[in-house]
């Protein structure tokens, strides 16, 4: 994902959603205040992309870092809006140790904010196995070796997923579901294959 966000100039965005697929989800939603705690990560959603949810969440989190004085507001901020300050920090030291490696193979990050596209087909390029079509005559999606995915009820994608998405990760409950979900185009697919191909 990160070779391939250098390629496509979001190399800035794709660090901070690496990191976040590499730590544990910070959102909390205890039993007792489920819609509260969802009514809360409202402002982190994106219609399209739950991994644009990331995004929106980290600059949240960059900001109140800015402006919270001390340790105890910042985890005030955190727990205010049903958010884990340990899982918080360990995402951005994992974020700090991803951007220490591109900066020793002396890769420069974006400056300008890169667009959906991009980013997508840099993740696409580590999640091809996560991806998965809208099956026509029922509400599931067919993923690889026929396996028929759900997409949560707390998803924001839950009924505007589109006809082709990938996940973050896919997971067995009661049900196989696709978690963190964003909307693709096949010919990503198509273009992502040939060219890792020729690698």
Sequence with gaps: MIVAAKDEGCLREVLVIAAALSSQDPRERPQEKIGTADAAHQKFADEKSEFLGWIKLWQWYEQELEHKKSQRKLVQACHANFLSALR????????????????????????????????????????????????????????????????????????????????????????????????????????????????
Excluded: F
């Design 88 to 199: 918080m920090r360990e995402w951005r030291d994992i974020h700090t140790q991803l951007h220490s490696l591109v900066g020793e193979l002396n890769w420069r990050l974006n400056d300008l904010p890169a667009n959906y596209d991009a980013i997508h087909r840099a993740l696409l390029t580590g999640l091809l196995g996560n991806i998965g079509c809208k099956s026509e005559d029922s509400g599931h999606y067919l993923g690889a070796r026929g396996i028929k995915l759900l997409i949560p009820p707390g998803s924001p994608l839950q009924k505007k997923a589109g006809k082709w998405l990938m996940a973050g990760e896919i997971t067995e409950t009661t049900k196989l579901y696709a978690r963190c979900v964003a909307r693709i185009e096949p010919d990503w697919i198509e273009r992502i294959g040939a060219h890792l191909l020729k690698r």
